[in-house]
């Protein structure tokens, strides 16, 4: 009989302490107040990763499924045939596994590629998702910035023509 694979447990991550409330007089203040889009973005790469994982736990139900229909299936033949047939079986057993383990390393590599692929693209989404966040950031810090400055020139213009 074949030994069973053990399955492999992945560690989960940290989740990432949210800095301040809202973007409204963040918590502060600085670059780091009101991280809500981080959050979500770390919801859907945790929602991702289950996907994940349960599509590898089924690819891995099906293939020990199809190992223990073959084992079934090589234990119902006679003992006194096997005797007569014995070589015959070993070579037909040894180019099938020699398939089997081409078969999975195609469909690890397929695997290995599309993790990376996903991985790539959240990447992306990522940096856009920052990008666009420290722009409004930014913008918004600017126009607070200006409405401060208005306001006290204003003031300055007013207290020089208040006789007037």
Known sequence: KKKKKKKKKKKKKKKKKKKGGGEGGGGGGGRGSGGGEEEEEEKEEEEEEKEEEKEEEKEEEKEEEKEEEKEEEEGDDDEGEREDEGEEEEEVNEEEEAEEEEDEEVERTKRRKRRKRR??????????????????KRTKWRK?????????????YMHNHKDK
Request: charge should be positive; hydrophobic fraction near 5%; glycine fraction near 0%.
């Open 119 to 136: 991985k790539r693209t959240q990447r992306r989404k990522r940096t856009r998702r920052r990008k666009r966040t420290k722009w409004r």
């Open 144 to 156: 607070r910035k200006r409405k401060k400055r208005r306001k006290y020139y204003k003031s300055i």
